[in-house]
């Protein structure tokens, strides 16, 4: 018993020592882990307020362009899918009466598939100035997220942004860190 003893005072140290090592990486790995996740949330965030920006100053050119080009709804229409082909990050463009009625769409066909809540019509109506939507999960397209500016008192026009670019540029800022 006394050798056992022996060995166990002797070995105690070593262990706790383990220990206590091991408790102390696991501990730096968790905050290195923190930094990195605040770090991609500050740059995320950064980009999302430059993506918003550019959906303002967007939906604003698109509302002075598409009053002369609004008289027709198949003109509207091939000039917001023009127009949609060069924003390879959104998925649709839109115009939609205070009732929720798309008036023409950059993407007919998907028109029904994103359209802004009633909430962001009315806001944006009411406001009278850009509105950033709610995020909603659609299928099979994805993560959307819609932006609206006034056309005038009873329409508004809207970009759908696909959020697919959030996977990607944090990967990318993933891989640059490695």
């Known amino acids: 018993s006394r050798l056992y003893l022996l060995v166990l005072i002797t070995t105690l140290p070593f262990i ?5 090592s ?21 740059v995320t965030a950064i980009q999302h307020k430059q993506i918003t920006e550019g959906a ?34 959104y998925e649709n463009f839109g115009i ?7 008036r023409c769409s950059a993407n007919p066909s998907n028109s029904s598939n994103n359209p802004p809540s009633q909430k ?4 944006t109506l009411i406001n009278q100035s850009f509105t950033l939507g709610a995020y909603y999960q659609i299928k ?27 996977s990607s540029f944090v990967n990318d800022l993933n891989n640059t860190s490695d």
């Open 56 to 89: 303002r100053q967007l939906l604003i050119a698109i509302a002075s362009t598409t009053t002369q080009t609004s008289r027709s709804p198949k003109d509207c229409s091939t000039f917001l899918a023009t127009l949609l082909s060069s924003y390879v990050r």
């Open 16 to 20: 706790l020592y383990t220990g206590y």
């Open 140 to 166: 099979p397209s994805g993560a959307i997220i819609n932006f609206a500016y006034p056309l005038s008192r009873s329409e508004i026009v809207y970009a759908s942004l696909s959020l697919d670019w959030v």
């Open 120 to 123: 962001l019509i009315t806001d």
């Open 96 to 102: 939609i009466d205070e009732h929720g009625h798309v």
């Open 22 to 42: 091991h408790y102390l990486n696991i501990q730096i790995q968790k905050n290195s882990e923190l930094a990195r996740l605040s770090e991609i949330a500050q």
